[in-house]
C-alpha cells in the first residue's frame, strides 16, 4: 500500500507569514499533484509536478518535486485569510499498462490564515 | 472554463436499495475516474475507466458496484445494494489524453450519499 504522508495535519498563522506544507512518501510517483478541497466540495486542481526536483509557480504559492519523485512541499509566500482552506497532495501511481494512473491522496493539512 | 458536473448533489437512500450517481466529464477528456471520501477520511480511488472499458478497480470497488458511460457524455456509478458503509461523497473526475501523470485530474463538486 502506497502512503502519502502529510505534515503538519493543522495549520495557524497570521495573515502575512510564510508556510510550508509537506508531503512524502516511501513510493516513487509519475507525478504529484496538489489539490485544494473545500467542505463539501470536490478537490480543485492546483498544479501537477512531474520531474524530480521541478519547481512551479503560482502566484505566491511554490510547488517542489522531490529528486526521487517521493516527495513534495507546498510554500506559501504572505498568506492570507484567502487562503484558507485544506490542501491534499496526491501521488499518481501507473495502472493498466498505457499512459493511465491513479491517485493516492494524502489526509491533508487544513490551514487557517488570520486576519 | 468547462467543468466535471454530478448529480444529484445529495442522494439519501434505504439499505438495499440501488442508486445510479452520474457524471458529466469535461467534453474532450478521455479518462474517467470515480473516489471516494468517507466524512474525515482521505479520499480514496474506487474505478478508473478509459476506452470503454474498466482499466483498473480498488478493492472497495466489489460486485456490488458497476460504472457505464451509456453514451458520449454521461458517466455513471452504480451501486446494486447499498450498504451503510457506502454512506460517502462520491467524486467523479477526468482528464485529458497525455502521457501518465503528465495532465491533472479535475474533480467533480461529488455527490453526498447517505444511507439509512
Known amino acids: 500500500t502506497q502512503l502519502l504522508e502529510q505534515s503538519p495535519q493543522f495549520l495557524s498563522i497570521q495573515e502575512g507569514e510564510n508556510l510550508t506544507v509537506y508531503c512524502n512518501s516511501s513510493?516513487?510517483?509519475?507525478?504529484l499533484q496538489w489539490y485544494r478541497q473545500e467542505p463539501g466540495e470536490g478537490p480543485v486542481l492546483l498544479v501537477t509536478v512531474v520531474t524530480g526536483g521541478e519547481v512551479k509557480k503560482l502566484k505566491r504559492l511554490t510547488f517542489q518535486f522531490g529528486d526521487a519523485r517521493k516527495d513534495s512541499s507546498l510554500h506559501i509566500t504572505a498568506a492570507q485569510p484567502g487562503d484558507t482552506g485544506l490542501y491534499l497532495c496526491a501521488g499518481a501511481l501507473a495502472v493498466g499498462g498505457g499512459s493511465n494512473y491513479k491517485l493516492t491522496f494524502g489526509k491533508g493539512t487544513l490551514l487557517t490564515v488570520n486576519p | 472554463e468547462p467543468e466535471v458536473t454530478q448529480t444529484p448533489s445529495h442522494q439519501v437512500t434505504q439499505m438495499g436499495q440501488e442508486v445510479i450517481l452520474r457524471c458529466v466529464p469535461i467534453?474532450?477528456?478521455?479518462?474517467f475516474y470515480w473516489y471516494r471520501q468517507i466524512l474525515g477520511q482521505k479520499v480514496e480511488f474506487l474505478v478508473s475507466f478509459y476506452n470503454n472499458e474498466i482499466s483498473e478497480k480498488s478493492e472497495i470497488f466489489d460486485d456490488q458496484f458497476s460504472v457505464e458511460r451509456p453514451d458520449g457524455s454521461n458517466f455513471t456509478l452504480k451501486i446494486r445494494s447499498t450498504k451503510l458503509e457506502d454512506s460517502a461523497m462520491y467524486f467523479c473526475a477526468s482528464r485529458r489524453d497525455s502521457p501518465g501523470g503528465l495532465r491533472g485530474q479535475y474533480f467533480g463538486p461529488g455527490t453526498r450519499l447517505t444511507v439509512t
Open positions: 513510493s516513487v510517483f509519475s507525478s
Open positions: 467534453s474532450n477528456h478521455l479518462y
